[in-house]
Structures are given as structure tokens and as C-alpha cells.
């Protein structure tokens, strides 16, 4: 089956810290190419992230953001109330020994070294380690997966618009392969009246023999049957590879171009106006073919 290059995934975590969010998006490109927008805490994590896409996609230009927040639940800054009574009473006791009557400000008290304490934010610890990691590649995956149901489901309308194409270039093969053994009773019922034609009032014969060999090299030079029955067997190919191998696209490509090249071959060794009408109409559903399966991964 066929899928597209183009298509989204999106995979979400949130904790009581965190919040993960992990985007994919994807659209045409004969390579792979891969554009990261993460945040700065993340950076240590690009080489890895690319790696992994790499063996989990084939082609496109896929372009991954990555939002890391971290939640204000946890407070960034706690008064140490131990320190604060220690500083309190320490000051209290000089006053009365001083018989200062100078009210203490718990402004004062909070400027001293140890009563304000400041946290890290909340979250930096786990980027340190392997576990977030972990989590981050589950995402990654997760959003991979999204993001291939939607390429396979594109791939499915895809194919249903090349079937149907498809299924008209056999039905014009039919009409030509009907047409081709009456070019050459053509070209010799007229051959045969041209030459009776010219030689009617003059003593001049023409040998059957040599009429015969004429007619007989115009069907040799005629004769489409083999390019015919090649491009019946492009098309058969076409249909294996859609059904039995992934990635497909690159493959499908260059027989849509071996099926245009037997297509303009037929055209010009058919020597039938009718024929050729087909053959352009041909040349045409293969066009439509071959931008459908510029999208196809």
C-alpha cells in the first residue's frame, strides 16, 4: 500500500512539573529532510531526536517542534522560617541588652543570608537524567505513529484517484490493441489503389511480389504489439509494487517514466490518426499519475 508525504502527528505528556508537546509535520520532498524547532534546554537532545527520526521515516520534509513548559506549581522561591525565628530571637536578645526599643521589620529579617531560599525550576532536574529522555522518545514515537495513520490515510485516496486513472489507460489500450491489425489492411488497400491508380492507362505492371514486400515492411515499421504488451506489463509491475513493497515512491516514479516512454513510442510508430488521439489521452492519465505519486513517500 501506498502512503503520502504529507501529513501531521501530535503526541502530548503532562505531570504535576511538566508539559511536553511533540509536532509533526510533513510534506513533499524527493529526500529526507528534517527541521527541529526546540527549546534551548533541549538542544543537548537534537542529535539524538534526528537519529531516531531517521530510522522511523523515509522521505519528506518533516519539521518537528517541540514545547517544554514548566508549571508554576512549584513555588521558585520559600522563606526557611527556622532561619527567620533563629534571626528573630538572636536580634530580640540584643535589643533588650542594648535597651533598644527599634521594632524589628520582617523586611529586614528576609534580607539576611539563609531566610530566602530560591529553587531551581522545576523540571531541570529531569532533563539531566536519562528518564526524561525516555519520555521524550516516547513521544517522539507517539507523534510518529499519528503521523503515519494520516500519511496511510492519505496514501488510500491517493490510490483510489490512481485506480481510477489507471483503469482508464487499460480501456484505451484495449481500443488501440482493436485499431492496430487494421493499419496495415489500411495502408494496403490503399497502397494497392494508389498504385492502380497511377499505372491504370499506361503499359507499366507492378510485380505482386514487390507490392507484398512494400506492404510487408510497413507492418514491420507499424507494428506496436510489443511496445503494446511492455506497457501492460509497466502497469501490472506498478500494481505489485503499490500492493507488496514500502516505501514505494521512488520505484513508482521510474515506471511511470518507462510507461511515458512506451506510450510516445506507440505514437510514433502507429501511423493511425485514432491511435495517436489515444495514445495522447494516455500520455495524459500517466501525467496525472506521476504528480499524484510525487506525493507518495
Not at 504535576?16 to 534551548?40: A, C, F, G, M, Q
Not at 514545547?67 to 536578645?93: G, M, Q
Not at 489515444?278 to 505519486?293: G, L, S
Amino acid at each position: 500500500m501506498i502512503k503520502s508525504m504529507t501529513g501531521f502527528g501530535r503526541a502530548e505528556i503532562k505531570d504535576d512539573e511538566n508539559t511536553i508537546l511533540v509536532e509533526l509535520r510533513s510534506v513533499n520532498n524527493k529526500y529526507l529532510k528534517i527541521n527541529t524547532r526546540i527549546p534551548e534546554s533541549l538542544m543537548g537532545y537534537e542529535d539524538r531526536i534526528e537519529r531516531l527520526l531517521k530510522k522511523e521515516l523515509v522521505r519528506g520534509t518533516i519539521n518537528l517542534t517541540i514545547e517544554y513548559k514548566v508549571c508554576d506549581l512549584v513555588p521558585k522561591c520559600v522563606i526557611n522560617k527556622d532561619a527567620l525565628k533563629e534571626y528573630h530571637n538572636v536580634i530580640s536578645e540584643a535589643g533588650k541588652e542594648v535597651f533598644s526599643r527599634q521594632d524589628i521589620s520582617l523586611d529586614n529579617l528576609i534580607s539576611l543570608p539563609g531566610v530566602l531560599e530560591f529553587k531551581k525550576e522545576a523540571g531541570n532536574g529531569k532533563i539531566q537524567n536519562d528518564g526524561f529522555w525516555k519520555e521524550l522518545e516516547q513521544l517522539i514515537r507517539l507523534s510518529v505513529d499519528d503521523l503515519n495513520t494520516m500519511k496511510a490515510a492519505e496514501g488510500r485516496n491517493l490510490q483510489i484517484e490512481i485506480e481510477k486513472w489507471k483503469t482508464r489507460i487499460l480501456e484505451l489500450l484495449d481500443e488501440i490493441e482493436t485499431m492496430a491489425p487494421n493499419v496495415v489492411l489500411e495502408y494496403s488497400k490503399r497502397i494497392q489503389e494508389r498504385v492502380f491508380s497511377l499505372l491504370k492507362d499506361t503499359e507499366n505492371k507492378i510485380e505482386k511480389n514487390d507490392l507484398n514486400r512494400e506492404i510487408a515492411i510497413f507492418a514491420d515499421r507499424c507494428d506496436i504489439s510489443e511496445e503494446l504488451g511492455r506497457l501492460r506489463s509497466h502497469i501490472s509491475l506498478f500494481d505489485n509494487v503499490i500492493e507488496n513493497e514500502e516505501p514505494n515512491g521512488r520505484k513508482l516514479e521510474f515506471i511511470l517514466q518507462e510507461m511515458f516512454r512506451e506510450a510516445n513510442t506507440i505514437a510514433s510508430k502507429a501511423n493511425n490518426a485514432d491511435i495517436i488521439k489515444d495514445v495522447i489521452t494516455i500520455k495524459t492519465e500517466i501525467e496525472r499519475i506521476k504528480e499524484q505519486v510525487l506525493n507518495v513517500e
